[in-house]
């Protein structure tokens, strides 16, 4: 059974970190690249970072670039996205999701549609 799960969020301070993990099994890192993605009330889920596991490519949006990093252990089979500097305007739920390496472009985050499996979530909560 394929599964992605998400923890690690929580409530932080602004200006605070936080780590979150995606845990993947079912499949390997190899085949697939995995994004992250976050949901504010009231918005669209919106594209955040992804990551090659298998070379280090990523992709930062804009609003995270410098802020935010993605990593991975293959040899655990997870990602890790690293949160630091973080502003109340971070708040939202996060998700990772898994997209087929061959639908991938490197350095974009991809149509969500692209994307095959998705993690149930996890709240952070960035208070001012």
């Known amino acids: 059974e394929v599964q992605l799960v998400e923890s690690g969020g929580g409530l932080v301070q602004a200006g605070g970190s936080l780590r979150l993990s995606c845990a993947a099994s079912?499949?390997?890192?190899?085949?697939?690249?995995i994004g992250w993605f976050r949901q504010a009330p009231g918005k669209e889920r919106e594209g955040v970072s992804c990551i090659d596991s298998s070379d280090g490519s990523t992709y930062y949006a804009d609003s995270v670039k410098g802020r935010f990093t993605s990593s991975s252990d293959n040899a655990k089979n997870t990602v890790y996205l690293q949160m630091n500097s973080l502003k109340p305007e971070d708040t939202a739920v996060y998700y990772c999701?898994?997209?087929?390496?061959?639908?991938?472009?490197?350095?974009?985050?991809?149509?969500?549609?692209?994307?095959?499996?998705w993690g149930q979530g996890t709240q952070v909560t960035v208070s001012s």
């Open positions: 999701a898994a997209i087929p390496f061959h639908l991938w472009v490197v350095h974009t985050m991809g149509s969500l549609e692209s994307y095959d499996y």
């Open positions: 079912g499949f390997t890192l190899d085949d697939y690249v």
